[in-house]
């Protein structure tokens, strides 16, 4: 299955309290979860990290030690919950994150073109291995991705750890993008999949670029870590 993200508001995604009551709408008989980030100042923790494209393809794997960002408290309907507010930096790496799945999504749409040049920029290494050859294949075979419509299409992001020139994200998102064959317009998988994943991104020349993603959990519709008031 691929992955459209959803529609920017301003400079990045939000997801509002709309979205969630409108998802959670299209999603009954659905359901499952996702971790926590820890907070700053306090003791690190060691996450195993694997590469695997969004297609479900294993590519490799490293570890990396995390610490935690910097939380605020707020209040609803008379329960605590903790929300993380992202710092400058931060912001930039979810940033560039959104943008390469912007990217790639650009690139499969019909004709698919490996060579889009906003792949090499917002990519690196294993990922960037990765999105080319898949979308290689696509072109290959006369296949290409679209959007929804409507779409129910959204994602989450939130960074776990910045150390050097590395960052560890954490990510939930909804993906109903359509792969049809461009010939004829079969469509060949519409399937609406939840998903909980982690990536890596790495400082290349002074940007950030998606390193590794790893599907940690998968859902049917719009459910598990979409549904959830504390991502």
């Known amino acids: 299955m691929y992955r459209f993200r959803p529609q920017r508001r301003g400079a990045r995604t939000t997801w509002t309290l709309a979205v969630i009551m409108a998802v959670a709408l299209a999603a009954v008989g659905c359901s499952k979860d996702e971790p926590k980030p820890i907070a700053e100042g306090t003791t690190s923790t060691t996450a195993a990290q694997t590469t695997i494209s969004t297609d479900g393809q294993t590519d490799t794997s490293t570890t990396m030690t995390t610490t935690g960002a910097p939380s605020t408290t707020e209040v609803r309907g008379g329960t605590s919950t903790t929300t993380v507010k992202p710092t400058a930096t931060e912001q930039l790496v979810i940033s560039r994150y959104e943008a390469f799945w912007d990217a790639r999504a650009a690139a499969n749409?019909?004709?698919?073109?490996?060579?889009?040049?906003?792949?090499?920029d917002l990519a690196t290494g294993q990922q960037l291995v990765t999105v080319i050859a898949e979308t290689k294949d696509r072109r290959d075979q006369g296949l290409a991705i679209r959007a929804a419509k409507p779409s129910v299409s959204a994602m989450r992001v939130r960074v776990r750890s910045i150390k050097g020139d590395v960052a560890v994200l954490q990510e939930c998102s909804v993906d109903d993008g359509i792969v049809y064959r461009q010939a004829t317009g079969e469509v060949l998988n519409a399937d609406v999949v939840t998903r909980s994943a982690e990536a890596t991104m790495r400082q290349v020349d002074g940007a950030w670029r998606v390193e590794t993603t790893r599907v940690l959990q998968q859902w049917k519709g719009v459910a598990g870590c979409a549904l959830a008031d504390d991502f």
């Open 109 to 120: 749409a019909a004709p698919p073109n490996p060579d889009d040049p906003a792949l090499r």
